[in-house]
Nanobody, 117 residues
């Protein structure tokens, strides 16, 4: 199983980058895919989750409004659209896949997003 994030980089405050998580080696419909982030010196925090069983989505309360998760089942890809970024959004953003039936847990290597003021 492999999860590969892309789309990070240096962004100006107010920018709207789009991250992608490409999943391989798994049956996409059998997994919930989530986005997390970890800022320097802070714990990893959840952003959003897409549930494969019904296509439902969940957002952490502090993330609602500026972040949108979406799926492209044909491409086994989950995207995270981020809007109106602030310097405090600077973090490494990770993709996570958890098996619905197995509970198996997989992480991508992360992609750095740096927001300049």
């Amino acid at each position: 199983v492999q999860l590969v994030e892309s789309g990070g980089g240096l962004v100006q405050a107010g920018g709207s980058p789009r991250l992608s998580c490409a999943a391989s080696g798994l049956i996409f419909d059998d997994y919930a895919i989530a986005w997390f982030r970890q800022a320097p010196g802070k714990e990893r925090e959840g952003i959003s989750c897409w549930r494969s069983s019904d296509g439902d989505t969940y957002y952490a309360p502090s993330m609602k409004g500026r972040f949108t998760i979406s799926s492209d089942n044909a491409k086994n890809t989950i995207a995270l659209q981020m809007n109106s970024l602030k310097p405090e959004d600077t973090a490494v953003y990770y993709c996570n896949g958890r098996g619905r039936y197995t509970g198996a847990d997989y992480w991508g290597q992360g992609t750095q997003v740096t927001v300049s003021s």
